[in-house]
Nanobody, 127 residues
Framework: QVQLVESGGGLVQPGGSLRLSCAASGSILSINVMGWYRQAPGKERELVARITSGGRADYADSMKGRFTISRDNAKNTVYLQMNSLKPEDTAVYYC?????????????????????WGQGTQVTVSS
């Protein structure tokens, strides 16, 4: 199986910065897209940013210019650098990897492709 583990959340003042990390582990063959979503209380989960293995990134409009997504393919890790944080950025941030191909068994070869989510990390922006 595959696990996504986030880290880096916490409490920060408005205008501050945080860097989130998400490491994927397990018998992974390939991960094409890795991304971040967030969910604030009483709201639906929304896309923050995502990045392909080739480095192409997409951002939600409200995060453009403030957030930067990056990844280390060798480490199966994705990062989210968040600058100029606002109170409305307060949410649980979830790491997502849709379409992860992994080994269910190596001999005989048995591959599977599934979507995986991390457990979430709380980001609170408050003075």
């Amino acid at each position: 199986q595959v696990q996504l583990v986030e880290s880096g959340g916490g409490l920060v003042q408005p205008g501050g910065s945080l860097r989130l990390s998400c490491a994927a582990s397990g018998s992974i063959l390939s991960i094409n897209v890795m991304g971040w979503y967030r969910q604030a209380p009483g709201k639906e989960r929304e896309l923050v940013a995502r990045i392909t293995s080739g480095g192409r990134a997409d951002y939600a409009d409200s995060m453009k210019g403030r957030f930067t997504i990056s990844r280390d393919n060798a480490k199966n890790t994705v990062y989210l650098q968040m600058n100029s944080l606002k109170p409305e950025d307060t949410a649980v941030y979830y790491c997502n990897a849709p379409g992860v191909t992994y080994y269910r068994r190596r001999v005989p070869l048995d591959l599977a492709t599934l979507d995986f989510w991390g457990q979430g990390t709380q980001v609170t922006v408050s003075s």
